[in-house]
């Protein structure tokens, strides 16, 4: 998330000297399906939603020449798959999300896409299954902290809030200190009414992010399954942080 724009500039260069270059243009569409925040007027992180839009379309466009060239790279599916997330239909999300675990079931992106779509359509244990299995991988990849705090978030409709605190919290200790790192702690801790823990989890979140407030939780993770939803919503308001 935080070295995106730098990703897209790096594959458009590597497209330009070989048009046909499809892993290029797979992990290019990729990196265009992560949101690009920005600060609102009144000094809110937010995703930009005509930016959003436009980066989804393009998106699909890079992954389905991706296709084209060559099918046999991971990352031109899942970036179909998260357009489907986005678009609210993380069940067509699954479908395709699994071409990429066919073709390599222990790629990294393709697990946590995986784990996305099942968070997304509310099948919590499933998610949570589909994280050990990224994060099982180990701590050299991206996804290896994003997986866990996914996790956390995944604990929540399941009422495990020690464990949603602890996975957050491991997902901070083991990378940078990305907005999709603190949702599953700050959530848990207004579950279990400890408030003070909850306001000093959102400050170092705002000073990792400046801006950060729990409403991006639903701009970043864009679950469609209304009780996972109402759960997170009433985790942040417990912990007196909903907007």
Not at 30 to 50: K, Q
Not at 120 to 141: K, M, N, Y
Request: overall charge negative.
């Amino acid at each position: 998330l935080n070295r995106r724009d730098e990703a897209i500039a790096f594959f458009e260069r590597a497209i330009a000297q070989n048009a046909n270059f499809a892993l290029a243009r797979a992990v290019l569409s990729y990196a265009l399906t992560v949101p690009r925040l920005v600060h609102t007027d009144d000094g809110r992180l937010a995703v930009d939603p005509l930016q959003r839009q436009a980066d989804l379309e393009r998106a699909e466009k890079e992954a389905l020449l991706s296709l084209e060239i060559d099918d046999r790279y991971p990352y031109a599916w899942v970036t179909l798959a998260r357009k489907h997330i986005a678009l609210g239909n993380p069940e067509d999300g699954l479908r395709v999300v699994q071409k990429a675990i066919e073709l390599n079931p222990y790629q990294p992106v393709a697990l946590f896409v995986l784990a996305e779509c099942l968070l997304a359509v509310g099948q919590a244990e499933e998610t949570i299954h589909a994280c050990d299995r990224c994060f099982a991988l180990g701590p050299s990849s991206v996804f290896y902290s994003l997986s866990m705090a996914l996790k956390s978030c995944a604990l929540i409709p399941l009422e495990q809030h020690e464990d949603a605190v602890r996975f957050s919290r491991e997902a901070q200790a083991s990378s940078t200190g990305s907005p999709y790192l603190f949702f599953g702690e700050i959530c848990a801790l207004g579950h279990l009414g400890r408030e003070d823990e909850a306001s000093h989890a959102i400050r170092r979140a705002q000073i990792a992010n400046p801006g950060f407030e729990v409403s991006l939780f639903e701009q970043l993770y864009q679950i469609s399954d209304e009780e996972t939803v109402a759960k997170m919503r009433d985790g942040f308001e417990h912990a007196n942080l909903s907007d």
